[in-house]
């Protein structure tokens, strides 16, 4: 497993679309972060295998989102680190407290659902405070800090209306903030912005990103929006059939995949018929380095992503344009290449305009190491 | 557009929704329309006839019309007595009922879904089983059990259940006569909330299950809760077989005893309990409506 990096490297570099906020709850701020480590977990249900034997370490303060297809176990992994799934095996570690047998309520954490889940019978005053009631916190506390959250989400003027009279996105935010009233020390979030629309899941998105910075608090997101994984992550592990297959930073994952399944998974990527060489790859008729370990000569498949594939048009081109998907500055090509070959090329969309569908093209890979496939394997 | 082309145009359409068709359309509307209000009529008529009939019958005189018998109900001979107990009998079934069915409700819903279909037949052998059968039943455990258990705890307790005063062998038979009804309606809460999401996120921030179930589930069942609660209370205020049987004065048998010596008193009774029925069916109905203006989603 991969040593887990320097939290907050992703959020340096976002541009800060989310209108400004209150600063956090100093006492939230001051917590020491604490790390999470999974350890064998498995989980079965019935004849399913949920997880098996998931390793995984998440460093104090990092975000780490969890992405994968339906069904990969994602959100039973977070479900185990909440509380909710008691593994058939395995162990969950917070820091050196093993927390495999403590039930939700005596975790700690701080968890917000795909679902809406406010109490429906709560302001939103008291939906914040709920869990400081709960811990017998006074009234004045309790009323500090509800203030003091809905400040840093931006609701504090809709302190005393009720879950139905808020939006999704406002809904969600009162659930990050009742999540962190709590001062958990674990934050978890089960796919939070699926239920939202494309612009208030990006600013939401963002901000969830923003505060938990702010707090440096422990992060578990899971989702199976890539975009919104690789946006704010610090890093990413990719989930198959209750296994991680890699965890990387968005940059590693995405420029670096360690299987044919996360070449897949994250991103676009054309697998082009190749053979390989000593040390290079030859595919559409020129031969480029090979990334990483060459696996043995023979038959094999490039692995390229889109942008990494330059189209230009010849009349004597073994290609052919067969559509154009404009999609602002970028225009994504599909080029059909004889023995039935597709790809997938993004090429800039301003002088494109020419390589329009039954255009004959030349397709050439850019000068870089290619990843490379052998033929044998399926993805 | 030239002439052939609109001709052609207008022949193609006609059938599909020009001005020609709207009209037999409108008049099959308004014919399913006036269909609903003559249902409705009858419908009316077959609730509000015999209920008039009943009024005037109490009301009626050779002076004219007088609400005296009315005025006499709460100091007629055993009305404060009966009335009473049936509304104790039916507090306590209320209670008893929910008591047992709102945490199995939930724990079906929350852990054991693969159960509800045998809870929901459990729930309907009370409406499959005819009255007479279960009330006989208990009859003859209760003529068979003191009488073999005598000089012991247990016979003393059978004794305790048929207690004129308060029989709790009603309470016990009416909760499982309500149990359908109960089931029911706290079901159709528990389907249409989000209940899992709701428990876990109370769970998560610290919660135990008791304090999850007052603060969370029984808030959100609020509607659901009162539903069961009303219908089991209509139940028992209207309940006559069992208690006849067993023989105990409640007060249906006690309306059904004076209609041979008081026939005016006995229906005038009986109005206004079922008036008082549906004054509790009217007030579940307007708290539904005001939590689903409150909730529109």
């Not at chain 1, 309790?142 to 996105?169: C, F, I, K, T």
């Not at chain 2, 209609?259 to 069916?281: D, H, Y």
Request: aromatic residues 6%; neutral net charge.
């Amino acid at each position: 497993m991969t040593a887990a990096p320097e939290p907050g490297t992703v959020a340096a570099e976002m541009p800060g679309r989310a209108p400004a906020r209150a600063a956090a709850p100093a006492d939230l701020r001051e917590q020491p972060p604490v790390g999470v480590r999974l350890e064998g977990l498995t989980r079965r249900y019935g004849g399913v295998l949920a997880l098996d034997g998931l390793d995984l370490d998440v460093a104090g303060g990092e975000f780490l989102a969890l992405l994968g297809p339906s069904g990969c176990g994602k959100t039973t992994a977070l479900r185990a680190i909440a509380g909710f799934e008691v593994p058939d095996a395995g162990r969950v570690w917070f820091d050196r407290r093993d927390v495999t047998a403590i039930p939700p309520s005596r975790r700690d954490v701080g968890m917000v659902f795909q679902a809406y889940s406010l109490f429906p019978n709560m302001t939103v005053a008291e939906n914040v405070a709920f869990g400081l009631r709960v811990r017998r916190r006074d009234k004045a506390e309790r009323a500090g800090r509800a203030a003091e959250l809905l400040e840093l989400v931006g609701l504090a003027d809709r302190a005393q209306r009720y879950p139905h009279q808020l939006s999704g996105g406002q809904q969600q935010r009162v659930a990050l903030a009742r999540a962190l009233a709590v001062a958990p020390q674990v934050l978890l979030l089960d796919e939070p912005l699926s239920a939202l629309d494309a612009q208030v899941r990006v600013q939401l998105r963002d901000e969830i990103r923003r505060i938990q910075l702010e707090l440096g608090i422990t992060t578990v997101f899971v989702t199976h929006d890539q975009a919104e994984a690789l946006s704010v992550a610090d890093r990413v592990g990719v989930m198959r059939a209750g296994r991680l297959e890699q965890v990387a930073s968005p940059d590693d994952l995405y420029e670096r995949p360690a299987t044919a399944f996360v070449a897949g998974f994250v991103g676009t990527m054309n697998r082009i018929p190749a053979v390989l060489g000593d040390g290079d790859v030859e595919f559409l008729g020129v031969r480029r380095e090979v990334l990483g370990a060459a696996p043995a000569a023979g038959p094999a498949f490039a692995l390229v992503r889109p942008e990494a594939l330059e189209v230009e048009g010849d009349p004597r081109g073994p290609g052919r344009v067969v559509t154009r998907t404009f999609s602002g500055a970028v225009t994504r090509l599909t080029v059909a290449l004889p023995d039935g070959v597709e790809v997938q090329a993004d090429v800039p969309s301003a002088g494109s305009q020419g390589l329009t569908p039954g255009t004959p093209v030349t397709v050439t890979p850019a000068e870089r190491p290619a990843l490379v496939e052998p033929a044998d394997l399926t993805p | 557009m030239s002439a052939t082309t609109a001709g052609t145009s207008t022949a193609g359409v006609a059938g599909a929704g020009g001005v020609a068709p709207e009209t037999p359309v409108r008049a099959a509307r308004r014919g399913r329309g006036a269909w609903r209000w003559v249902v409705f009529a009858v419908l009316g008529l077959y609730f509000l006839v015999p209920l008039a009939a009943s009024v005037w019958f109490t009301v009626r005189s050779r002076d004219g019309v007088t609400a005296d018998v009315y005025t006499s109900i709460p100091t007629a001979e055993g009305f404060t007595e009966n009335f009473g107990r049936s509304l104790a009998l039916g507090a306590l079934t209320v209670l008893i009922a929910l008591l047992l069915m709102v945490p199995t409700v939930v724990l079906v819903e929350l852990r054991l879904p693969r159960l509800r279909p045998l809870v929901e037949l459990l729930t309907l052998v009370p409406l499959l089983l005819p009255p007479i059968a279960l009330v006989v039943g208990v009859r003859s455990v209760l003529a068979w059990a003191p009488e073999y258990f005598l000089g012991t705890p247990l016979a003393e307790a059978f004794f305790a259940l048929q207690e004129p005063a308060l029989p709790w062998i009603l309470v016990l038979v009416y909760v499982v006569l309500a149990l359908p009804f109960v089931y029911r309606a706290l079901d159709a809460g528990v389907r249409g909330a989000q209940l899992r999401t709701l428990t876990e996120a109370a769970r998560v921030l610290g919660a135990s299950w008791p304090r999850v179930m007052l603060s969370v589930v029984l808030p959100v069942l609020r509607t659901s809760v009162l539903n069961a609660a009303f219908l089991t209370l209509a139940l028992v205020l209207g309940e006559f077989t069992v208690a006849n049987i067993l023989g105990f004065e409640t007060f249906p048998t006690w309306i059904v005893r004076i209609a041979g010596s008081q026939p005016r008193l006995s229906v005038a009774v009986s109005v206004l309990s079922l008036l008082l029925t549906w004054a509790l069916l009217l007030l579940i109905s307007a708290l539904d409506r005001r939590r689903r203006e409150e909730d529109p989603a």
